[in-house]
């Protein structure tokens, strides 16, 4: 069993839809991330969780919305996403969310079209 | 946020090559963590050094955790096809608050 699992591996969602990416971890972890990854650029910090406690918004905008109901799951909401939004969403788990235990371990990534 | 300067941006290279790549950033770092990811998949943790000065392999890779402690470099020797994927370095800055920060990658073409 892996320690961090996305679901789904691949989307393709209409404009007017709304789909959830979903997250978990067993690793134990008190923080977890959302990341996007669009093609040939770097990876994009969106939001961040910590303790169920969302610590980080990176401007973001609200056609994505996060949820985070416990410390081994976290949701990402999408509702009329744009073409530009197609990107691999990553998500991502650590023992902490500053200091020495920060080392990241990240799911496979949901693959998400926008059509 | 806090930049990591990574390079090179990529790098198209022959089977059986040695490979180096590095990191730098004017901030200081507790920790340096290299990951890769291959096409469609998730990045995965390769070695993580926690002291500076610490040299620390992990079968053909070999990380460094520089003196200063605002670099690290990734070596992988003997190059071979599977070693195709993009490379990142990260690590908690403290010029980020301690918080986890990502180079852009170095992207690493093998021909066989």
């Known amino acids: 069993e892996t320690g961090v699992t996305q679901t789904p591996r691949h989307l393709v969602m209409g404009m007017t839809n709304k789909k959830s990416l979903k997250c978990e971890q067993h690793?134990?972890?008190?923080?977890m991330y959302w990341y996007k990854q669009s093609a040939k650029k770097p990876l994009e910090l969106m939001f961040v969780?910590?303790?169920?406690?969302?610590?980080e918004n990176n401007s973001v905008p609200s056609r994505f919305s996060p949820e985070c109901p416990n410390s081994s799951h976290l949701f990402l909401h999408l509702h009329t996403l744009q073409p530009e939004d197609s990107a691999l969403y990553l998500c991502?788990?650590?023992?902490?969310?500053?200091?020495?235990?920060?080392?990241?371990?990240f799911g496979q990534g949901t693959r998400l079209t926008v059509v | 946020g806090q930049q990591l300067n990574q390079s090179p941006q990529s790098m198209f290279i022959q089977e059986g090559e040695d490979v180096s790549m590095n990191c730098t950033s004017s901030?200081?770092?507790?920790?340096w963590l290299w990951y890769k990811q291959e096409p469609g998949e998730g990045p995965v943790l390769l070695i993580a050094?926690?002291?500076?000065?610490e040299l620390t392999s992990n079968g053909r890779l070999t990380a460094q955790f520089g003196i200063t402690r605002k670099d690290s470099f990734l070596n992988i020797s003997a190059s071979i096809p599977s070693d195709v994927g993009i490379y990142f370095c990260?690590?908690?800055?403290?010029?980020?608050?301690?918080?986890?920060?990502f180079g852009k990658g170095t992207l690493l073409t093998v021909n066989p």
């Open positions: 901030s200081i770092f507790n920790t």
């Open positions: 969780y910590s303790l169920e406690e969302r610590v």
């Open positions: 990260a690590g908690p800055a403290m010029g980020s608050n301690y918080k986890l920060t």
């Open positions: 690793l134990g972890h008190n923080a």
């Open positions: 050094l926690y002291k500076a000065g």
């Open positions: 991502a788990s650590s023992q902490d969310y500053q200091g020495m235990n920060t080392e990241a371990f």
